[in-house]
């Protein structure tokens, strides 16, 4: 399977890695890039409510950096780099919820790129 990613005036490659020899649909793909967008937008609700979010942010990280040995995608190390940085308790709220909703919207850009 490959797909077209935009970013900017460059296209790059996105290949479907067969690691584990399994064809993989775009129906399950969706599914699993929608349930990894409803777990990033949790660490909104969650640092306001002064939950453990920071424990929510290695469990997204985690299954990025999987998904990223699935799949190659620039938009991977963008969310990756991005998340990592909302780690400081120096982050203002306000900058913290809107690098949330660009990694959201990267990570559809993602999908909605095939």
């Not at 699993?32 to 939950?51: A, D, F, G, Y």
């Not at 190390?77 to 900058?95: D, N, T, W, Y």
């Amino acid at each position: 399977m490959e797909v077209i990613d935009q970013i900017g005036l460059y296209s790059v490659k996105v290949m479907l890695t067969k690691k584990y020899n399994l064809d993989i649909s775009e129906e399950s793909i969706g599914t699993n890039v929608s349930r990894l967008t409803n777990q990033i937008w949790k660490l909104i609700p969650m640092r306001e409510h002064e939950e453990d979010w920071i424990k929510q942010l290695d469990t997204v990280l985690v299954e990025l950096v999987g998904l990223n040995e699935l799949f190659f995608s620039p938009n991977f190390l963008q969310i990756l780099a991005k998340l990592e940085g909302l780690r400081s308790e120096e982050v203002e709220f306000g900058i913290y919820r809107k690098t949330v909703f660009e990694c959201i919207s990267l990570l559809r850009d993602f999908y909605d790129a095939k």
